[in-house]
């Protein structure tokens, strides 16, 4: 069984500390024996349920029977970051893969060269929420809502990046000791293709060097992992995303 590295548990903390932290202050996470999970009736994200350990049947049974009890949809990741396969429990108890991501770490040092008139704005108040839950939406397709972004979070902060006047896509940072983790960094479809993705992040970035921060991590789609090789990030693990099949 291989050991797991420590970029690797870094990574996979910031991402549950983000999901936990939010969870928390919208008073919709519950932790149980064998894993933990947040449901938030009025938001898609953060839903999700996320085991301690590695999966085995006795958990992925009683993940099944937590999710037959809630009446919509939470998300099951899992990273096989011990090559166990633990996740065959899962498919065999009427789990279906969703999507897959990738883990992916970059240790930050020399600040990255920024070009064109693209910003980043911190989320202060109701309309710019609002703004933010519009144009995630857009470059997403499912919603997180405003109500998440309201409260001042410690560790938190929600983005709008703008090119000129013009609001181009989102990015949350969250970050935790001397990591800063980048999540739900899109754009809208529209400004694509334009070089607003590459843009957005040497600019988070620099943030993240200028703040004090030794580590960037993320997880990447199959769509925005070359983005993130060309600017330095590693590989580091695969994140299967499943949904019970009771909740297509």
Known sequence: MRTVSDRV??????????????????????????????AVDYSEWP?????????????AIAAKDRLLTTPFRLVVPYWDICQSQSYKWLEAHGFEKQFEQVGMSLQLGKRHDETGALTIKKVQTEEEAIQWEQLFLEAFGYTISHRLLLPAYESTDFYVAFYKSAAVGTVILHHM????????????????????????????LNLSIDSGFELATLQASNMGKDLYLKLGFEEQFMMKNYVLHAHR
């Not at 008073?27 to 999970?37: G, K, L, N, P």
């Not at 754009?187 to 590459?198: L, T």
Request: aromatic residues 8%; hydrophobic residues 40%; contains cysteine.
């Open 177 to 204: 000791e001397n990591v800063m983790g980048i999540h739900a960094m899109g754009v809208i479809p529209e400004m694509r293709r334009k070089g607003f993705a590459e843009q957005m992040m040497r600019r988070v």
């Open 9 to 38: 548990s870094k990574n996979i903390e910031n991402l549950t500390s983000l999901w936990r932290v939010v969870g928390k202050r919208a008073q919709a996470h519950t932790r149980e024996e064998s894993f933990e999970f947040c």
């Open 47 to 59: 839903n999700r349920l996320w085991f301690h350990h590695n999966a085995d049947e006795k958990t």
